[in-house]
Nanobody, 119 residues
Framework: QVQLVESGGGLVQAGGSLRLSCAAS????????MGWYRQAPGKQRELVAT???????NYADSVKGRFTISRDNAKNTVYLQMNSLKPEDTAVYYC?????????????WGQGTQVTVSS
């Protein structure tokens, strides 16, 4: 069993910053990919950023240059530093990890944390 606990969401004014954290616990072998996704009201869930176990990162075009993803493998934790926030960044942000267990990849999702950016 794997649990993901997210924290760091909240209300911030446009131009402000927030840092999201997601800690994984439970029966964890190898975390191949850690990432953040978001879902705004009435929209589909979309990728924000991912980081692989090798350190490679991938960002949505809309957040490049403003958001930074990082991971602490010793703590099984992924972070998302969000700077220069815009009202259009308002969404529920979800953490996702991809675990490799016995050569199989399994996805796990967090419960989500609300980020609201006021104009």
């Amino acid at each position: 069993q794997v649990q993901l606990v997210e924290s760091g969401g909240g209300l911030v004014q446009a131009g402000g910053s927030l840092r999201l954290s997601c800690a994984a616990s439970g029966t964890i072998f190898t975390i191949r990919v850690m990432g953040w996704y978001r879902q705004a009201p009435g929209k589909q869930r979309e990728l924000v950023a991912t980081v692989s176990d090798g350190g490679s990162t991938n960002y949505a075009d809309s957040v490049k240059g403003r958001f930074t993803i990082s991971r602490d493998n010793a703590k099984n934790t992924v972070y998302l530093q969000m700077n220069s926030l815009k009202p259009e960044d308002t969404a529920v942000y979800y953490c996702k990890i991809i675990l490799e267990v016995l050569n199989r990849l399994n996805d796990y999702w967090g419960q989500g944390t609300q980020v609201t950016v006021s104009s």
